[in-house]
């Protein structure tokens, strides 16, 4: 649930004289994927003007600056750290030289032979600026033997195992690529003459682009010289959609996956209901991003859906907690239960999922203390076993109750009277696609990519420059 983290958002732009005013609405409305930094660098063809901080995106850009990001060519991107820490080395799109050509780079993802290919390529010369992962793309680029750009990319294509969504910018095009995998969403949209891409459709939305499809897994697309071309640079290994993005990070209002991401949540609602009936007398959800699936319970059942808690939305990572108490109980925030609804009630608690807990029992509790009767929370989502290595920021697996506890306990733990997870196969079944084109790793162990040792957010870090 809330305490997992999105790697990050991409938004790129080619063709349109306010590139940079077009990212910025882009990087708004991707803001759920990354809220530690932002950027946006653009190309007027002939030099790059770029602007990276810290921050929330509404926080990083205002008029004065993004006028000064001059050109028709743009990529941005949000952050959340799941490689790398969050010093201002590591915000993107990172700007590198590539043989004497100036080059931004936009990742989305996680590589599992990170430490390796940095080790390699430190031991041999190589003097890294940031410790994020991303930067390896670029190494690896200037390695190539290859002359043209698109010969270097599937060059370093060829070397990174892992997740990896990416936006490159020359000082004449933008490059979209995707792994072989299809970890994460990326999609391309027009306006009018300008190609858009985006990490979510949401992005496009915003900008009154037309969605036109999904960058496929393994394949480039390229802008540049006013026209798009496409090559495939990985066969297709094994689709590995995060379903995730499908349970929490996507925002309800995307298609992603070629699926609506709303549709696909109350249809894990529905299948809750089906597979873990509760006996109640109404259903709430753990808003926002459990709402559909409440939604979706609460018509299956035929048990009235209410809206039992209400979000403060005002409180970001950035949120100041005044006193060491309210630090520990920051659900009490974030959530304030309806107390006249919940009173006497018995309630079924809809959430998308637990990771390690101690949010759910502090919410569970909270709701005790509005005087509900009975709690029986149903999670839209199978236990989460296994850390992700693919992009998402998870606890390892000593935090990950599921990993730890039985059914019993976790219950005993949360302190409600049932709880139920949807299956895995359920889950699946009510994505509506082929079963075996997700990733389901986090739940079963069974890992897309194997990796050597474990990936650390941190290992980067701990090499030295
Ligand atoms: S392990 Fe889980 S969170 Fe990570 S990519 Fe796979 S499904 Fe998504």
Redesign the pocket.
Known sequence: MKELRHSCGLFGVYGHRRAARLTYLGLYSLQHRGQESAGIATSDGKQFHAIRSPGLVKGCFNDSNLARLRGRLAIGHNRYSTTGSAVPANIQPLIVDLKGMPLAVGHNGNLVNAVDLREEMQATGSIFQSSTDSEIFAHLMARSQCRSLMGMIEYAAERVRG?YCLLVMTDEAVIALRDANG?HPLCMGRKGNAVVFSSETCGLDVVDATYEREIEPGEMVIASQGEITSRSFAQSRRL?H????LIYFSRPDSVVFGVSVDAVRKAFGRRLAREKPADGDIVISVPDSSNAAALGYSLESGIPLELGLIRNHYVGRTFIYPTAELRHNRVRIKFNPVRELLRGKKVIVVDDSIVRGTTSKKLMQMLRGAGVKEIHIRISSPPIR?P?????D?PTRDELIAANCCLEEIKRFLGVDSLGYLSVEGMLEATGKNPDS??????TGDYPITFRTEPSKLALEKLKH
């Open positions: 997740a970890f590995s995060c379903v995730f993005e296994y992700c290595f693919y992009g998402i998870t997700f990733c389901v790793a986090c739940f």
